[in-house]
């Protein structure tokens, strides 16, 4: 955490908070380290994103860009704060030139010094109660064979499970879980890659994830039913040598006993020769 001014010549380390307003997918705010090394050179921005430590160099309007940063309304960290008032605020149109002060608006060094910190309102406590999302993970994933075993037997239909195909589910859920949480959807890799070890030639894979807000097995059940793709996996008909299902559940807490549950159910089946 250096000095953020227009007379620092090292990295200035901008906290993530609210510092850029992003495009699309791009992430809603990022670190901007600025490097001076000319005090007659405007210093070199790069674009940190402090989820996953990629970087992107700040590039002018007439160069390419590797991120799709949208705009930037003010830079700042613990001793220093910048509005931007340049007439574009896009970031592709941005200088960074803090001594420029018809582009960054500086706020009173004093000021931002008076915020001390042994004056600031306590943020309420959270509530922590730890849950067993492990056991409540085995419950639904019982709870839900049963019922959709019991489902397929008044249609007639047997149901074999694959142990083996429902162990590599699980980084699909918790690709799914990232994605959301933060935009990225890591570990979809390794799920594509343990998928085509353990497809046998000559079989299909077909799964369907959904999220859930609640613990309830047959509410799961109930909606899952209402998907096309779901339905259709669980009227899959075949034998055990050309059906096999899979099913997979991940809890993950957060504070205040808020879940969010994902559950995906799969099947691998023999394709059917034309």
């Not at 590797?66 to 340049?86: A, D, K, P, T, W």
């Not at 639904?140 to 489902?151: D, F, M, N, V, Y």
């Not at 034998?239 to 807490?253: E, N, Y």
Request: net charge neutral; proline share 8%.
């Amino acid at each position: 955490n250096t000095p953020l001014g227009p007379s620092s010549a090292s990295t200035i380390l901008c906290p993530s908070s609210a510092l850029i307003r992003g495009q699309s997918s791009a992430p809603p705010s990022a670190a901007i380290p600025l490097r001076r090394q000319d005090a007659d050179v405007p210093p070199r921005a790069t674009f940190w994103e402090s989820l996953f430590g990629t970087r992107h160099a700040h590039v002018t309007a007439e160069g390419g860009a590797g991120h799709s940063y949208g705009r930037i309304g003010c830079l700042f960290n613990h001793e220093g704060y910048y509005g931007n008032v340049q007439p574009d605020d896009s970031v592709r149109a941005c200088s960074f030139d803090l001594d420029d002060v018809s582009r960054w608006k500086p706020m009173d060094r004093q000021l931002v010094a008076s915020v001390s910190r042994s004056r600031r309102r306590a943020a309420p406590p959270v509530v922590h109660q730890p849950l067993a999302s492990d056991s409540m993970e085995e419950a639904l994933e019982a709870s839900l064979r049963q019922l959709i075993a019991e489902q397929r037997r008044a249609d007639g239909l047997a149901t074999h499970w694959d142990p083996h195909l429902s162990f590599l589910l699980s980084p699909a859920l918790l690709s799914s879980e990232a994605e959301k949480v933060s935009g990225s959807a890591a570990g979809a890799g390794d799920f594509r890659q343990g998928l085509r070890n353990a497809i046998p030639p000559d079989f299909s894979f077909k799964g369907f994830p959904m999220q859930f807000g609640h613990l309830c097995a047959p509410r799961m059940l109930q909606d899952l039913l209402r998907s096309h793709v779901a339905s259709g996996i669980v009227g899959m008909q075949g034998g055990v040598d050309s059906v096999r299902f899979a099913l997979r559940v991940q809890v993950t807490p957060y504070p205040e006993r808020v879940c969010a549950v994902w559950v995906m159910l799969a099947v691998v089946f023999a394709k059917i020769e034309q």
